[in-house]
């Protein structure tokens, strides 16, 4: 979210052979996507830099998690037993100079309504969030409140019906 429209719809993939972040746009392709590579989004020089796990966060920053070894395949972990680091990691918060930082919703106590609309958010961790809560409340929830979720995800059928497939019974 806080990126520009260029960056919108894109994905960012971590290459750990590379120490780089690559970064493809997606085409709608049938019932699928064709990837199309796009410029390297970040790289390094870091012989350290595993990028293994690429989110964006609540602030619509990409937040990267970084296995920070030396060997991405341990093939030489033997050889070398000082590039093998198996108790630390690092956490990149990646944002956009002059790049707004998004306030999250708060959804844990958002109504049905609210956390459907968030089923269609732009952001990622919103749209992910309100899954999360729809489902548990799905699971925990009384008769009324899945017959509600239910109803509000009649929305989504034929088009993403599987949006939150963990929750249907």
């Known amino acids: 979210d806080q990126f520009p429209a260029e960056y919108q719809g894109r994905v960012?993939?971590?290459n750990?052979?590379?120490n780089a972040i690559n970064h493809d746009r997606l085409i709608p392709n049938g019932a699928s996507f064709k990837a199309v590579a796009e410029k390297d989004f970040l790289t390094t020089s870091d012989g350290w830099f595993r990028p293994i796990s690429e989110q964006v966060g609540p602030d619509g920053a990409l937040w990267i998690g970084d296995w920070c070894d030396k060997y991405?395949?341990?093939q030489n972990a033997r050889a070398d037993p000082e590039g093998v680091d198996r108790e630390h990691g690092r956490i990149w918060r990646v944002g956009y100079k002059g790049g707004k930082d998004v306030k999250a919703?708060?959804?844990v106590k958002a109504e049905i309504p609210e956390l459907m609309e968030q089923l269609l958010s732009p952001n990622g961790f919103s749209e992910a969030r309100a899954r999360r809560v729809l489902v548990e409340r799905f699971q925990?929830?009384?008769q009324q409140q899945k017959r509600d979720i239910q109803a509000g995800l009649s929305f989504f059928e034929g088009s993403n019906g599987g949006v939150i497939s963990a929750g249907r019974e």
Request: hydrophobic letters at 25%.
């Open 105 to 107: 919703p708060e959804l």
């Open 140 to 142: 925990n929830g009384n």
């Open 16 to 18: 750990i052979h590379q």
């Open 12 to 14: 960012f993939m971590g």
């Open 72 to 74: 991405p395949c341990y």
